[in-house]
């Protein structure tokens, strides 16, 4: 039997469905075994890094479905399922026409490339797609890449420091 997961936030939150409810759910049940193991949710320093890389990872690679591409990644590379599902947020429906935008202007300097700005989105068609599209996707895959780099070194990094502050308040006392 795999050993339970303490869910201290249920009193609280009488919405959020406790593992039972998630291990019951139909469209959930033929794969409840594997996304419900508790390594997935304990708050480890590896899971907790990974889940972070992952979550950095989807939310710049694809505009939509991101959390659940996450999960499926997060139970192939064991990582942390709430971590990798809140990072994904990074993206949302307010903040990505800046985050286009930031992508744009960082895949136009690494092409070297600059387009006039368009009038207007009235006149959208495949050469303004062509003439945007690139040097935006390169932007979202370098903010991808080195966002999950990026957060993986620093998870780690927060997290040693951590421990050898503990140690080190442990040995002064």
């Given at each position: 039997m795999p050993p339970k997961i303490i869910d201290s936030a249920a009193p609280q939150r009488p919405w959020l469905p406790n593992r039972e409810q998630l291990a019951q759910h139909p469209w959930?049940?033929?794969?409840?075994?594997?996304?419900?193991?508790?390594?997935?949710?304990?708050?480890?320093?590896?899971?907790?890094?990974?889940?972070?890389?992952?979550?950095?990872?989807?939310?710049?690679?694809?505009?939509a479905a991101q959390?659940?591409?996450?999960?499926?990644?997060?139970?192939?590379?064991?990582?942390?399922?709430?971590?990798?599902?809140?990072?994904?947020?990074?993206?949302?429906?307010?903040?990505?026409?800046?985050?286009?935008?930031?992508?744009?202007?960082?895949?136009?300097?690494?092409?070297?490339?600059?387009?006039?700005?368009?009038?207007?989105?009235?006149?959208?068609?495949?050469d303004m797609l062509k003439t945007y599209g690139g040097p935006t996707m390169l932007g979202m895959g370098l903010f991808a890449v080195g966002s999950a780099v990026l957060g993986y070194g620093v998870v780690k990094a927060g997290w040693m420091l951590r421990v050898a502050w503990a140690r080190r308040q442990r040995r002064t006392q």
């Open positions: 959930l049940r033929p794969w409840a075994s594997r996304l419900l193991d508790a390594q997935l949710w304990r708050f480890q320093h590896e899971a907790v890094a990974r889940g972070v890389a992952v979550g950095f990872l989807w939310a710049f690679l694809i505009p959390i659940v591409v996450a999960v499926v990644h997060c139970v192939w590379w064991r990582a942390h399922i709430p971590t990798a599902a809140a990072l994904t947020m990074v993206t949302n429906p307010f903040t990505i026409g800046f985050w286009l935008w930031l992508a744009y202007q960082t895949g136009s300097a690494v092409l070297g490339v600059t387009a006039p700005a368009p009038a207007g989105m009235e006149n959208l068609n495949w």
